[in-house]
């Protein structure tokens, strides 16, 4: 295929480019960009070179949101001298002019404002009445206008202290007014300098400072010509991560005639990028790379501040003796008693164990600055290029962390603002057309797709691939589809139709099998197998055969047993099925998953109805359905003596209950009355009932234990 030529849009945003000089020595240079690498991790690496002599200082100037970055990743790698130091302002350069003045920079938003945050400094009024004195106040009154409408205004009046007294006069008629002290007058105008050259703070100048090599100062005092050498800034920087676009032609052959098209396409690979870095790259060295590195902000150039616990001051208190009352001599046989502060100084332990701790082990010694840029970014040889901004001479090549570059061989314009697509791949690679059937994109038709192999040496980042069928007079737009990461050496189906020509229906039948039934320590195991099983029935196109892909989803923990000899390709959320579809056709496929599990069931948990359910399950075997109806008929038992307990102690709650009610009606009857002997006689017979159903119910727990046991006996010997 003919090599894609780079093309390029020209629209310039309004961003000032960033200015770049040198300085230093007989021999200076300029640091002008020569390379920059773009990442799809959202970062550009740009590199800017100066041939210098002696000891130099190369300025650069970077955005104020691109300082952090800078702060983070900038590395100057010099052929033969050293790396001095890096300076640059301060985040904020305003605070830091006004810390040291007696005012404040909202203090300049007026006369007014200034006049009062500098009460006490003595002023100088100009004009016809001219007066000398320290400023008091200023206070701002409201004066009514001449005439009937009513208007005011704000004027203000300074209160100054002179050799004659308070003198006042209006601000705003004064004609003019300075400050008598010089250092005052100074003050102001480094104050004002310094707002106004806060205005340029959404930039800020690097000053990298370059050492010459071992000896050559000597030289230079001698007279006698430096050498020259080369040094190189890079840093790091937020950029709009580059985008991957693909086309693929598809020329006539075999799929014209209803046949699978198992032949070639032409693709070509272009890389979209914009220039957002505030400047023009101007025949720069161009380099994108595709991956998914880590990158990472940190806020370097705000100042932090430790939190340290505030002690308070000690400060001695005032003594106030007691007043004496007197003392009692004690008898000198009576031991003597000791204060308490006395006692515990006694016990207190010898002055080794208030020793300070011990000190804490030293930091290691910082390593020299020269070998940590050695280990951060090496370089092979003085002339080579420095191993972070290395890159392929190739069109593709792999870098460190799984990624791949895609460099441009040609020296690359791109004005600030402006975008760029860069050619990345251009390329034949082997095409199949398949039918891909996935039912959560559509439920009745399969996707037009196409497999596409990456059969070359680099890996093709993900995009958007634009489909074209090329005839032998022109060529028509098919579709669209998006593309994953392309590895080299695999494959990727890309849909970009509805294939309305092919019908897919489905029919889902779920079933459950048991293979195996055991029976021990009470325990019934059932070793089970639940399965999935989906019909597709695929009516085919009218005038083509089809190839088409079935996704049939996959479940965790079930494995595909339909179609069993089959192999397919498997994603993370489906297998894939081949499935070969004539013209005219319908054909059918049956894809069956199986989940093995087990199913532990405690027979004494079971009701008599539970275990004849499950003795009437035609899947067990003969044997176990056996025991189950012989242990259903034990738990009948058991259930009909509990059932006869229950009833027996229904009765005797009743009998209770009407003794007690008889014995309130016998306080209210009369002793000896016909109604008090009816009752006592009913008394009686309740007592005999009571004892008669004592004996039962003692009868009946026995015969349900001895059921129970029973039970449990033949439940514990079943071994099948």
């Known amino acids: 295929m003919t090599r894609a030529i780079l093309l390029a849009s020209t629209a310039l945003l309004m961003a000032a480019p960033a200015a770049f000089a040198a300085t230093g020595g007989p021999a200076g240079g300029q640091l002008a960009l ?39 990743s900038i590395v100057v790698y010099d052929d033969k001298g050293g790396v001095g130091t890096i300076a640059l302002p301060g985040a904020e350069p305003l605070d830091t002019a006004f810390r040291e003045l007696p005012f404040s920079a909202d203090d300049l938003t007026s006369p007014a404002t200034l006049l009062n945050a500098m009460r006490g400094a003595e002023v100088t009024t100009g004009g016809s009445r001219q007066l000398t004195g320290r400023l008091m106040s200023v206070t701002e009154e409201t004066v009514r206008l001449p005439g009937n409408d009513g208007a005011t205004t704000t004027r203000h009046r ?78 790091v920087a937020e950029m709009p991560l580059w985008k991957a676009t693909y086309r693929l032609s598809l020329g006539t052959g075999p799929g014209q005639n209803g046949q699978a098209d198992k032949g070639s396409g ?125 890159v392929r001479g190739a069109e593709a090549g792999a870098a460190e962390g799984a990624q791949v570059l895609f460099h ?20 034949t690679l082997p095409v199949e057309r398949v039918a891909l059937y996935q039912p959560a994109a559509d439920a009745r038709h399969p996707l037009a797709s196409l497999r596409l192999r990456n059969d070359g040496d680099t890996a093709l980042p993900p995009g958007l691939l634009t489909f074209y069928d090329r005839g032998a007079a022109n060529s028509a737009y098919v579709g669209d589809a998006r593309m994953a990461t392309l590895p080299a050496g695999e494959s990727r189906l890309l849909s970009f139709a509805v294939d309305q020509a092919v019908t897919v229906d489905r029919e889902e039948k779920p079933s459950r099998r048991l293979s195996r039934a055991t029976i021990a320590d009470g325990v019934l195991t059932l070793s089970v197998t639940d399965r999935q099983s989906m019909t597709y029935t695929v009516a085919g196109a009218p005038d083509a055969d089809r190839d088409v892909v079935i996704e049939h989803p996959r479940r965790p923990g079930w494995e595909l047993a ?36 087990q199913e532990r069931i405690v027979l004494t948990d079971l009701t008599a109805d539970q275990i004849a359910a499950r003795a009437s399950a035609p ?23 509990e059932r006869r307990i229950a009833e027996l102690e229904r009765e005797r709650a009743e009998r209770i209950a009407d003794q007690d009610r008889l014995r309130e009606n016998l306080k209210a009857l009369p002793p000896g009355s016909d109604l008090h002997k009816r009752t006592l006689a009913k008394m009686a017979e309740a007592e005999n009932r009571l004892d008669a159903l004592a004996r039962d119910l003692t009868t009946a727990r026995n015969e349900a234990e001895a059921a129970r046991q029973t039970l449990r006996e033949r439940v514990k010997a079943l071994a099948i």
């Open 34 to 72: 020569t390379r920059v690498l773009l990442s799809t991790g959202g970062v550009g690496y740009f590199e800017y070179e100066a041939t210098v002599s002696g000891d130099a200082d190369l300025s650069l100037e970077v955005r104020r949101d691109q300082v952090d970055d800078v702060l983070k």
């Open 408 to 427: 441009y061989p040609q020296p690359v314009s791109v004005p600030n603002g402006g975008t760029l697509m860069m050619p990345i791949a251009a390329s």
């Open 619 to 641: 899947e067990l075997p003969t044997e176990v359905r056996q025991a189950l109806t012989t242990l259903a008929g034990l738990r009948a038992a058991v259930a009909e003596k």
């Open 266 to 390: 032409a693709l070509q690979g272009w890389a979209v990028l914009e220039n957002l870095s505030g400047e023009d790259w101007r025949g720069v060295d161009l380099t994108v790379v595709s991956g998914n590195p880590v990158t990472l902000r940190q806020a370097l150039y705000t100042p932090y501040f430790v939190e340290r616990p505030e002690v308070p001051v000690e400060v001695l208190g005032r003594v106030l003796p007691s007043a004496d009352e007197g003392a009692v001599t004690l008898n000198d046989a009576r031991p003597a008693m000791r204060s308490q502060s006395e006692a515990s100084r006694a016990g207190a332990p010898p002055a080794a164990a208030m020793a300070a701790p011990p000190p804490m082990p030293g930091a290691p010694a910082p390593a020299p600055m020269g070998d940590a840029l050695a280990k951060v970014a090496p370089y092979g040889s003085a002339a080579g290029t420095p191993a972070m901004a290395a």
């Open 158 to 235: 300074v209160t100054l202290m002179t050799g004659e007294g308070l003198r006042q006069l209006v601000l705003e008629e004064a004609d003019a007014l300075r400050f008598t002290d010089p250092a005052v007058q100074s003050q102001i105008d480094r104050a004002l300098s310094a707002v106004a050259e806060n205005a340029r703070r959404e930039r800020r100048r690097l000053t990298v400072h370059s050492r010459a090599p071992q000896g050559q100062e000597g030289g230079q005092g001698a007279g006698q010509a430096a050498g020259e050498r080369r040094v190189r800034v890079g840093f």
């Open 562 to 597: 339909e179609p069993a000899h089959a192999k397919p390709e498997a994603t993370a959320t489906a297998y894939r099925l081949p499935l070969a579809v004539p013209a005219g056709k319908t054909v059918t496929l049956t894809a069956t998953l199986e989940r093995p599990r």
